[in-house]
């Protein structure tokens, strides 16, 4: 059974930087194209970062495009977003997700940008 499991959430003041990371388990993580997903309670789901299975395409949600950087390492299994400039706005729970919405799901990680 395919596993996803984040880390490096936490609370953050405005302007400042965390890493997420995504641990991947029981599946092979290198055919498949991995995201950054963020959703607060009562909306709906945003897909903040793209990478594909080879790290040669990526994409950004305009609202992050800039501050935030996506990457992979295929061999150690794991998936990173370097989070800079941190706004109140970004606050949410972030999900690391493979092959889609049919696909693996983490857990969540919360990040809160608040002063």
Not at 62 to 87: C, E, H, P, Y
Not at 102 to 114: L, R
Request: hydrophobic share 30%; net charge neutral; charged share 15%.
């Amino acid at each position: 059974e395919g596993q996803l499991v984040e880390s490096g959430g936490g609370l953050v003041q405005p302007g400042g930087s965390l890493t997420l990371s995504c641990a991947a388990s029981g599946f092979t993580f290198g055919i498949h194209a991995m995201s950054w997903v963020r959703q607060a309670p009562g909306k709906g789901p945003e897909w903040v970062a793209v990478i594909n299975s080879g790290g040669t395409k990526i994409y950004y949600a305009d609202s992050v495009k800039g501050r935030f950087t996506i990457s992979r390492d295929n061999a150690k299994n794991t998936l990173n977003l370097q989070m800079t400039s941190l706004k109140p706005e970004d606050t949410d729970v972030y999900y690391c997700n493979a092959g889609g919405l049919d696909g693996y799901w983490g857990q969540g990680t919360q990040v809160t940008v608040s002063s």
